[in-house]
């Protein structure tokens, strides 16, 4: 087993988080949008 750094963090938490930012980043533009 290989732990580079990530010993907590699976590869799906680390995605949801990267939606996360992603959904949130897309609103805060569309706020600003308007």
Known sequence: MHQHGFAGLSP????????????L?????HLVGL
């Open 12 to 23: 799906a938490l680390i995605a949801a988080l990267l939606i996360a930012l992603l959904v």
């Open 25 to 29: 980043t897309l609103a805060i533009e």
